[in-house]
């Protein structure tokens, strides 16, 4: 059974990579805009100025002194401002002066980021005030015009240090052409953002992208719909009977030598614990092994030739190894130790808060067409719990477009066998039908939905 057990993991793994790739275009449900960008420009304020190149003692001080990431003073020098999205592209801006122009292809969501060599100084943030978490996040459609953000300030916040631009939000919100319920949407899911700011996770000084290097820590998140997959089978499940079932990691690897790793060990933020489950209360590396072991976690279907690897523990299968205490994964610095040597580090790491209600997550409710044992149609309802209301609603189709960037499932027996599985994408629209692949050569017992949020992170229900 252990055996099963880590190909079924794999196969999550695979599926989430495919699905992390698959959602650049995503952004705002307009991105098929390829070619075409728009300026974010802007001009740093009182007590920040903006180098007209880098010097190498930055980059020195923000290799040996990580622990000034999100620390800004009074009179900050910034090097770079850089925009990033969660397919790990990177623009860095051109420099005129105080002043600085982003130019931005549209279709991707993006974080901007003031660095100090190798540190992230500040993170922009569109408003503090929308939400309960603020908006981070540009995301950049087809139906965006230039924007300028005006004079930029730093102030400090919890985690890091907030940038904030004298253009007011409505103003903004008016050139990117976002809706007010979809910015508010924005600015609960954007929190995962924050960790597309680590731009020199390997520490050598250099920034990875132009090392040609990428590492994603990306957290995933699983729901049971407590229904079984023939429960659902010619009607569908109630959205409200939907419970956490746990999160978990994945470290999504493009390097050199990355696929000659043994063991890579994960360790949460200082002082915090990583939750209880399936997972050791601080670190991993006493039961992971062979799960972590990179040759059986790289996969072909992660392309570049990159790898991941997913941080979850013990046999079995999921979800029910998973982290599931607290309920929102601990915000922080967190490190990942390859073969007990290479350290990569990943500061700011953030989640959107989770709680018993599931408050503003998505969650799918499904319905299995059969025709003897083969299913030939699956239909998916998109929900949330509203916190105003108390009430499961539909998911607003702007709102889904602007937040899921790519969905898909998968049909497969008891075992979630390699030989034994269909799968497909869903349409990302409030209501989907789809038909399913024949089943050829096993009966399907069980339906997995997962999705990827514009912002990296992932969602699975899954009914067996
Ligand atoms: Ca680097």
Redesign the pocket.
Known sequence: MKTLGIVRLLEIVALGAALALSSGCGGSGKGKTAGSSITVKGTLGSGITLASRDTGLRKVLGWFAPQRAYAAGASDVIDNVIAVDANGNYILATKSGNGFTLSLPQGRVYLVAFLSG?TTKAIYRADPNVGTTGWTALPVGSGSHDVDLGMIAFEPSALDTVATGSTDPDTLSTALGLAPGVRDAIGVWDAAMQRLAN??????????FQ?G?RYDLTLHYEFNPNDTFAGIAGSFGDPSATTYAGYGYWLNVTAPGAHDWACATLTPPEGSSIGTGGFPQTSYNSTCGSVTNATECFYSSFGGGGMSVNFYCGSGSAPANLATSPYTPPAGTYVVTVDGATHYTFRGVTSQTIDANLNNLFIPTAKLTMSGAQVTRLDVVWWKHDPSSGSWVQVPAAELAAIVGSAGFEIADQYWDVNARVRGDLPLTPTASVNVPAQSGFTGQALRISYVDVFGYGYGVEWR
Not at 199 to 208: L, N, R, S, T
């Open positions: 190798m731009v020199d996770v390997d520490g050598d000084g250099v920034f990875d090392e290097r």
